[in-house]
């Protein structure tokens, strides 16, 4: 009996190990169901990991904001990690206002990170953190940010202070972990969505708000 329960749970094992990223592609992207409701997708490699295929996204490619598969919508609201890692020939890639969270090293070793210039990285509404040196002194996103990724500016001791535009809804896990930021001033009416450990490690910091919202910040996770 023991034995033959060892041999089911191997081959159940195996059977995860053989699963692929993705659940399906349509017109050349591949995507992987997420959600309690399971009617949104990320975009995602193909194959059981991001080495398996070399180049499966090349040149120039547009996400689109929604998919219909099987007969069924669904809305594209993520970029899985490593989804495009590794992708050298893929020099362009557009992304809608739709998509809300980007994966660690999702476009790692790609021809439009490479080409990318040195400094704080943007992709559509979403910051992806820095590219070259760590930034030091005062970091002003731009406005229109939507989405800083989770460890976008992770342990860059020599920021002092951070500006958020009125744009921002969403602030990544571990975002300003251990940056021993001074003052962090937030332009946003409503508090953006933060992880618990979004501002660890940085101590006491000023935080500046808009007049008239200290209750929503003081109530809200990540800020309080």
Known sequence: MNLRFLYVC???AGAI??????????AGIFYKVIGEAKNEVAVTYKGKSSYDYVNEYVD?????????????????????SETFRGCSKLKKLSIPNTITDIGKNALVNTAWYNNYAEGVVYLGNC???????K??????LK???????????????????????????KIGEAAFSGCKLRIVKSCCQTPPQCKNNTFDGNGTALLLIPR?????????DGWN
Do not use: W
Request: net charge negative; aromatic share 10%; charged share 20%.
């Open 212 to 220: 008239g919202t200290y209750i929503n910040y003081a109530i809200s």
């Open 10 to 12: 191997l081959m159940l």
């Open 60 to 80: 120039s490619v547009e996400i689109p904001s929604k998919v219909l598969y099987d007969n069924r919508e669904y809305a594209v609201t993520a970029i899985a």
């Open 135 to 140: 930034p030091v002194g005062d970091l002003e």
């Open 17 to 26: 190990v053989a699963s692929t990223a993705h659940d399906f592609e349509v």
């Open 143 to 169: 406005d229109g940010t939507q989405i800083i990724v989770d460890y976008a500016f992770m342990e860059c001791e020599d920021l002092k202070s951070v500006i958020i535009p009125c744009s921002m809804i």
């Open 127 to 133: 910051c992806l953190g820095y590219k070259g040196k």
